[in-house]
C-alpha cells in the first residue's frame, strides 16, 4: 500500500522580507502579504484586529489632534481635536466641547508634556497656528508666559522639573531654537540669555541648533535628550543648568524627515530618514551603516517615503510607521525584532475610505 500524503505545514516566524532574492528568504518569512500580526511564540501568520470605531466627533471634523492629562491623584482626562473645535472625551461616546482653535492646527497633548507640579498638560500645535495652550482638566486656555509676544511650538518635553520647547515663535519665528525654561516655574522663559556663569543655575534660557535647521523632534533615549533637525543631525543635551547647558552632535548624518518621525520604542528610538527607518542603537555603536537600518527587509516598498509619522504602542510593543501619501501602514513588532533572525515587518492595508 502506498504510503499515505502528508500534509505539509508552513510555519511563520517572521514578517515580510524583500530585499534578499527568493531563493536566499527564509521559509519561516514571506515576500508579501498584508493585515497579519506577528508572534514570536506563535509560528504563523494571524489576521491583524479590526479597525474599530471608537467615537465620533459632533461636528464630524476631522480628528487633527489629542492632548491627555493624569493628575498626581490618579485623575485622567482626554482632549480631541476635531477640525476647529476641542472637546473632552470619556473613551466611548461622550463629546463635550471645550474650546476652539484654528482649524489649521495639529495639537499635540502627550503625557511627558504634563507639569506635575501644576497638574496641567502643556499642548503645542505642529503647524503653529494657534498659540500653546494648556488644560487643567476643566478649562482650556493660552498657556501663561512671561513673554512679550504670543507664544507657539511645535514640540515641548518636560523633563528634570523644566519645560523644553523645541521650533518656538514669539514675535520672531525661530524654528531652531530651544527653549528652556525655568527651574520648576514653566511659566518663565526668555528669548534674550543663552546659557552662561551670568546666569542663576535656575533660569531660563536659549540654545539655537547647530546646525540652525527648524527643530523636527525632541525625544528621549539611552538617557539622553535627543533633539533632531529637519534633514539634518541628530544631537543631544549636555549640562546640568542654565550655566553650562549647550547641544553636542550625536549623528550627523539622520537625515530625519516629518515633524513626527522620531519615537522612543523602550529599549530604542526608532527613526524615519526618507526612504528608510533606522535604530538609535545601530547609530550609536555603528554609525551610518546598513546594520542601523531596520527597515532592510521593506526596503523596495519604502524607498520613495518621502517623509514618516511614527508612533509606538507600549501595550502590544508594536510601532506603526506612516509613510508621507502612502495609504498604508508598516508595523515593526518588537517581539520579533528583539533577538530574532527573521523580519519583523508586517504591512497593514484597510478598504475604508480615508
Not at 237 to 260: R, V, W, Y
Request: charge should be negative; hydrophobic fraction near 40%.
Amino acid at each position: 500500500m502506498a504510503d499515505e500524503l502528508q500534509p505539509v505545514v508552513l510555519a511563520f516566524g517572521g514578517g515580510v522580507n524583500r530585499r534578499k532574492r527568493a531563493f536566499d528568504i527564509d521559509p519561516q518569512e514571506c515576500t508579501d502579504g498584508q493585515n497579519f500580526d506577528l508572534d514570536h511564540q506563535f509560528f504563523a501568520l494571524h489576521r491583524r484586529n479590526a479597525i474599530e470605531l471608537r467615537g465620533t466627533a459632533p461636528n464630524a471634523g476631522e480628528i487633527r489632534g489629542y492632548a491627555q492629562l493624569q493628575k498626581r491623584d490618579g485623575t485622567i482626562t482626554t482632549l480631541i481635536q476635531a477640525g476647529a473645535n476641542v472637546y473632552t472625551w470619556d473613551g466611548f461616546t461622550t463629546f463635550t466641547l471645550v474650546g476652539t482653535i484654528s482649524a489649521a492646527s495639529r495639537l499635540r497633548g502627550a503625557r511627558d508634556q504634563t507639569f506635575q507640579l501644576e497638574d496641567i498638560v502643556v499642548i503645542t500645535d505642529l503647524e503653529k497656528a494657534t498659540v500653546v495652550q494648556q488644560w487643567n482638566g476643566t478649562a482650556l486656555s493660552n498657556f501663561t508666559h512671561n513673554l512679550s509676544q504670543p507664544l507657539y511650538a511645535k514640540f515641548l518635553k518636560v523633563r528634570g522639573e523644566r519645560g523644553y520647547f523645541g521650533n518656538v515663535q514669539s514675535g520672531t519665528d525661530t524654528p531652531h531654537v530651544l527653549l528652556l525654561s525655568a527651574l520648576s516655574d514653566i511659566h518663565t522663559l526668555t528669548v534674550s540669555n543663552r546659557p552662561s556663569s551670568s546666569l542663576s543655575a535656575a533660569d531660563p534660557a536659549f540654545i539655537p541648533t547647530p546646525d540652525l535647521k527648524p527643530i523636527n523632534g525632541l525625544e528621549e533615549g539611552f538617557a539622553q535628550f535627543i533633539i533632531s533637525t529637519q534633514n539634518g543631525k541628530l544631537f543631544v543635551l549636555s549640562g546640568s543648568d542654565a550655566q553650562d547647558f549647550k547641544i553636542d552632535d550625536l549623528f550627523p548624518g539622520s537625515f530625519i524627515s516629518g515633524n513626527e518621525a522620531m519615537v522612543n520604542i523602550g529599549n530604542d528610538v526608532l527613526l524615519g530618514p526618507a526612504g528608510r527607518l533606522d535604530l538609535l542603537s545601530g547609530v550609536i555603536q555603528f554609525g551610518d551603516v546598513q546594520t542601523d537600518d531596520v527597515s532592510v527587509p521593506i526596503q523596495p516598498f519604502i524607498n520613495d517615503v518621502t517623509g514618516w509619522t511614527l508612533a509606538y504602542d507600549r501595550s502590544t510593543q508594536k510601532a506603526y510607521c506612516f509613510g508621507d501619501n502612502h495609504d498604508e501602514i508598516w508595523v515593526l513588532h518588537k517581539s520579533v525584532l528583539n533577538g530574532s533572525k527573521f523580519s519583523p515587518w508586517g504591512h497593514w492595508k484597510t478598504s475604508h475610505g480615508t
